[in-house]
């Protein structure tokens, strides 16, 4: 594994030592102190590391639609903050993640629980640490529990130079 990129990473290695039975509740209760508006949805983060977050999502009510499925927008808070999560665990301090494009399309409705898988490559990573500023579009998918994906998304990330 790569030396941690910034505070974020490090702590997300120390979680990622706990038993595996126990990373996904402390990495969801991490975020949702850190990110406030995560921690009100209920998603619950699976896997993360520098390369990966896999973010999951029950279809319970506080969540739904008018027809009883996952809100179109909860489901895009899934995308945005596996893309985001990502992106922030590997920019340097010095630098901030800011989202530029949430771009969504809803081809099917979609069936219970969500499920996103969101991963950077190699090349994306090192321009993260070595660029002062850019953008890169985060790959992400998102499957129902009927294995569909109802929903294709892009995410386009920035990172920029912290204002002092």
């Known amino acids: 594994p790569m030396a941690a990129a910034n505070k974020l990473a490090s702590i997300v290695a120390k979680i990622n030592q706990l038993p595996e039975f126990a990373r996904p509740k402390a990495l969801s209760l991490f975020f949702g102190k850190a990110v406030p508006f995560t921690g ?3 998603i619950r983060i699976e896997a993360l590391d ?3 977050c896999v973010i999951s999502l029950k279809n319970k009510r506080r969540v739904q639609n008018h027809i009883k499925g996952v809100h179109a927008v909860a489901s895009l808070l899934l995308a945005e903050s596996a893309t985001g999560f990502l992106v922030g665990l590997n ?3 010095d630098k901030v993640p800011v989202i530029k494009t949430a771009h969504a399309e809803y ?8 499920k996103v898988e969101a991963y950077l490559t190699a090349e994306q990573r090192e321009r993260m640490l070595t660029e002062e500023k850019g953008e890169t579009s985060v790959p992400v998918t998102i499957h129902d529990s009927a294995g569909q994906q109802p929903i294709e998304i892009e995410m386009i990330w920035a990172w920029t130079p912290k204002r002092r």
């Open 40 to 42: 009100t949805t209920g």
């Open 50 to 52: 520098q390369e990966r």
């Open 91 to 93: 920019v340097p301090d």
């Open 107 to 114: 081809t099917r409705r979609a069936k219970g629980d969500m």
